[in-house]
């Protein structure tokens, strides 16, 4: 069922709570026994949700069941980011987010796997064991919001949340076959998602389809004032943006996205998509953002220092996996983070501390910097030359097998190639199905304007309807 199906129902009276206690029955029987796709970490118990579903007010969301990603607080479940060393944690707050699905009416059923402290491209990084992709249990689902795309592509819920520092959103979704959309950094509160990467985090949707991650960003985005980054502007009506009319629309195409590297197959999908674009009455344009080459490299600096800075909290003392049998503040902060993080972690925690050292901050931090702004500068350029809208591949190949890119993390950090420019311009970016490559997925990423939700939408609305019957 749609979301507007869903509320329907529960607002005229009936349905939606057994919508929701449907789901939660699916995701009991889908995440037992071998072929468990190990998606959610935990799950409200039914006589709690029954209790949800009694208090939830008629709304947008009314009755509609939502699956959270394990880096958002919730109150009445764990936060564990994926880590050993929140495991068990319960927050005494709830982020802002999830406050305005409740308000909305939705029902959260439970909260998703994740790679530990979203670090990560295959949710293969998570304390809690890999989580699988639907679509083949042998691949990965991507990452690091694995578990919400495949609570999505499996049919447990209609919609989760998850969350985009550079790509974990979009990407994840390209390799399930669902619909996932970061929106402008800024539009929606980030209090209550553990930081990662301040500058970079921002919270997304994955859905079934356009319209439907339209209605849940258009609910939980808006000013918070407990985040000071988030932006005071209206709110668009991001659902009547969902028409499918791109006459005349402008779809910029950058060449350093179609490199001779990207899988052919990938390459031949994403202009077919292009061509059932133009047929619907857009107008495609070849353009080029060359600083697009640095983009992994400024990425990752710039996130692991992010990282090595946001991740000091997490000592041993003040909440949180503590190392037994310590006998000084120096040994409880080695032991506990040492066995409390995993190893792609503290992997991010070196780079990013040795990044901010002294003698190589203006070296690395301060160079990465400066060309983001660089980045953003050609992207900036691009719009105001009369460009609505850029179209690019989501990811460079389909899910590949799980473990493939364990022991190779450049090779695994390349998964996001297409995706960081986004985070590090700041900008919107939602990724559609486009088709399958030997019955695997194919995404293609349409990106924004800064603040220009509607255009994208309006975009990916059309691209979705135009693809439907298509493989």
Partial sequence: MS???????????SGGPEAALEALAKIVRGESGNGSLNAFLCTVPEDALSEQAARAPTGRLGGVPVAVKDNLATSDLCTTCGSKILEGYVSPYEATAVRRLREAG???VGKTNMDEFAMGSSNENSAFGPVRNPVDLARVPGGSSGGSAAAVAAGYVPVALGSDTGGSVRQPASFCGVVGVKPTYGRISRYGLVAF??????????SRSVVDAAEVLGVISGH????????EREVPDLVGACSGDVDGLVIGVPEEYFPDTLDVQVRARCEAALERMEAAGATVRRVSLPHTRYAIPTYYVLATAEASSNLARYDGVRYGFRAPEAASAEAVYCRTRSSGFGAE??????????????????AYYGRAQRVRERLACEFADVFAGGVDVLFTPTSPTVAFPLGERVADP????????????????NL?????????VGGLPVGGQFIGPAWGESTMFRAAAALERAMEGSA
């Fill in 345 to 362: 972690v503290k992997r991010r925690i070196i780079l990013g501390t040795y990044a901010l050292s002294a003698g190589y901050y203006d």
């Fill in 3 to 13: 979301i507007r199906e869903i509320r329907e129902a529960f607002n005229a009276g």
């Fill in 428 to 436: 919107p970016a939602i990724s559609v199905p486009v088709g399958e």
């Fill in 410 to 425: 450049v090779s695994m950090y390349l998964s996001d190639v297409f995706t960081v420019t986004a985070n590090l311009a």
């Fill in 224 to 231: 918070d004032p407990r985040d000071s980054t988030s932006s």
């Fill in 197 to 206: 990467g301040s500058s970079l985090d921002q919270i997304g949707v994955l």
């Fill in 106 to 108: 939705a029902l959260v």
